[in-house]
């Protein structure tokens, strides 16, 4: 019963595969003696619908090759710090590799000085959702521009490299969208099959085991009848 329920929740959850800012895979950000940083504490800059703060970028806030992120941005200096270890939450370690807000780093950009006078950006573990964020409002914000062009430059990414692929996707989308989507009914339709197979599954063991039960209890309690009647 315990594997059928497992089961169900594993088809309940979705599988989602995240990109970093050069288009391979998400890296964890923090690691083994460092506090375990991201919105759901599991070490990376993902995001979820109640991540107001879209904390895409990863920063080494151990570096002392920029200001201190903290203390620029105006904080508390939690940045300083001992939290949950990465590799055991009950134990303390130091705050160092750091999943922050995309729109804070933009903030942090600016009041620091400028790219070169930030901590050091750890790119592999830098959600591409942030690079795409800023792609879509620099053209009307000075700040979001300046934060695109210090995370380009920081991982090295090509501006020539990065509009051909921009370019690529956009005119990919519409043909690949509609393939996508045909294609994708089947695996939908399958894995709902799947999932409400498991769910009537389970739920008819327990309303076996439900409906075995109560047929007990009217028996004993109509043998109970029967002896009172003939007493």
Request: proline share 3%.
């Amino acid at each position: 019963m315990s594997k059928l329920l497992i089961i169900a929740a594993a088809c309940l959850q979705a599988s989602d595969a995240y990109t970093n800012v050069m288009g391979t895979e998400l890296e964890s950000c923090s690691g083994p003696g460092m506090a375990r940083t991201g919105f759901m504490r599991d070490g990376h800059c993902t995001e979820t619908n109640d991540d107001r703060g879209s904390h895409h970028i990863c920063i080494d806030l151990s570096s002392t090759s920029g200001g201190n992120f903290c203390s620029v941005t105006g904080q508390p200096d939690w940045c300083s710090s001992e939290m949950g270890c990465h590799e055991n939450y009950s134990a303390q370690c130091p705050v160092e590799n750091w999943c922050v807000c995309q729109w804070a780093f933009a903030s942090y950009l600016h009041n620091a000085g400028g790219c070169d006078k930030i901590q050091d950006v750890v790119c592999e573990s830098t959600n591409m959702v942030a690079l795409e964020a800023y792609e879509a409002q620099a053209a009307s914000s000075p700040h979001i521009a300046d934060a695109l062009a210090c995370l380009m430059s920081r991982c090295s990414i090509s501006a020539d490299a990065r509009a051909a692929e921009v370019h690529a996707n956009a005119n990919a989308e519409a043909p690949a969208g509609e393939a996508g989507t045909s294609a994708s009914v089947p695996l939908l339709l399958g894995g709902m099959v799947l999932c409400i197979g498991v769910g009537l599954t389970a739920g008819l063991a327990v309303g076996g085991r439900l409906a075995r039960k109560k047929d007990r209890s009217m028996k004993a309690e109509l043998k109970a009848g029967e002896g009172g009647q003939l007493s």
